[in-house]
């Protein structure tokens, strides 16, 4: 078969393929940096998750007593999950004054360090009627 044959036939060489191999897995490697970030969104996200379920939990908690505990009232409770510290403080206007009359205001805090390190925090504030 002479050169001039072979110029002719169908197909790729081995050339061709090792080139389109290196441009796919540059391709691929430049994706790298978006799945990392990727899973780290994630635990962000499923810590938040956490976190609001927690402080919901405590804030339906007060909502639902008939009577409120002797104001200012402040309840900690450490590892909640393992993993969460919950402060709750209860006020009225007698204890602050920002507090509209008639009302109790709850706030919820929540802190936790996340799975890279980062010390994180959070603050739920609702008011209730006072009954």
């Not at 602050?96 to 010390?119: F, R």
């Amino acid at each position: 078969m002479e050169w001039r044959d072979m110029k002719n036939e169908n197909g790729l060489t081995l050339l061709e393929v090792l080139v389109s191999m290196f441009i796919l897995a540059v391709g691929i490697l430049g994706l790298a940096p978006m799945v990392v970030m990727s899973i780290e969104g994630n635990n962000i996200s499923r810590d938040v998750l956490s976190v609001s379920s927690i402080a919901k939990e405590k804030l339906e908690y007060y909502q639902g007593l008939n009577h409120m505990p002797a104001v200012p009232f402040t309840e900690s409770e450490q590892e909640i999950q393992g993993v969460y510290d919950r402060t709750t403080i209860i006020w009225d206007n007698t204890t602050d004054s920002l507090v509209p009359d008639g009302v109790y205001q709850i706030v919820v805090a929540i802190d936790w360090t996340d799975k890279v390190g980062v010390s994180r925090s959070t603050t739920y504030t609702t008011l209730i009627e006072k009954r």
